[in-house]
């Protein structure tokens, strides 16, 4: 009865690679979103979908890559992974009206780049 | 080891004591201002809110204050428990659906 969940937890890889990251929710929410949080505890959005349309696209390398197939899913694709991308990575849905400042989070996804 | 939130200002308190957190925001055109709390581990999880066009909302043993003339927010817990122990931010949500957080504030409850 997970609401928000993501896959893989942990993720280590070398430079240079490519990864993904998934993200499901089960909530019925129609926008959902990709933080990153870095050692210092610092949460900054990257992207948010609302109805599979993206709204928003932080000052993000054109190396990250979100892709939202449906409503309920969210996943991040990473090209050419550098040390700096290390971070956990978090991703939230919300609903787009009423309670839309209530956002619900995923348990994470620690990516270590060596 | 892990080196993370090692610079995040810490609050300590006696278990069973008030605590407040408190936090400075930039944008006065935000909707909502918002107070998540993250334990170790896991992804933030939202407390409470406060609508601009307030100044206080009380919880479950939380109570949040917003002061506009000095762009400030602080979170108050009753009672401090155990449980409270972790890592709080104060967000603020612009334009529908951009959520800024802030720095975060590390809570220690000595028991």
């Known amino acids: 009865d997970t609401a928000v969940s993501q896959t893989p937890k942990y993720l280590v890889t070398q430079m240079g690679n490519d990864k993904s990251i998934k993200c499901e929710q089960n909530l019925g929410h129609d926008t959902m979103y990709w933080y990153k949080q870095d050692s210092k505890k610092f949460l900054k959005i990257m992207f948010s979908?609302?109805?599979?349309?993206?709204?928003i696209n932080e000052t993000v390398p054109n190396r990250f890559s979100p892709k939202s197939p449906d409503k309920a899913h969210l996943n991040l694709h990473i090209n050419s992974l550098e040390l700096g991308d290390s971070a956990v990575y978090f991703c939230a849905s919300s609903i787009s009206s009423g309670r839309h400042n209530e956002q619900f989070f995923g348990p994470g996804t620690r990516l270590t780049v060596l | 080891g892990e080196n993370v939130g090692l610079h995040l200002p810490t609050l300590s308190v006696q278990e069973g004591d008030n605590s407040i957190i408190n936090c400075a925001y930039s944008?006065?055109?935000?909707?909502?201002f918002i107070w998540y709390k993250q334990e170790s581990g896991k992804g933030p999880q939202f407390i409470i809110d406060i609508r601009s066009n307030m100044d206080k909302r009380q919880g479950q043993r939380v109570t949040v204050l917003l002061n506009k003339t000095v762009k400030h927010l602080s979170l108050q817990i009753a009672a401090t428990q155990p449980g409270d122990s972790a890592v709080y931010f104060c967000a603020e949500l612009t334009g529908g659906f951009k959520t800024i957080f802030g720095a975060g504030t590390r809570l220690f409850v000595k028991a």
């Open positions: 944008n006065s055109a935000s909707d909502y």
């Open positions: 979908y609302n109805n599979k349309e993206l709204i």
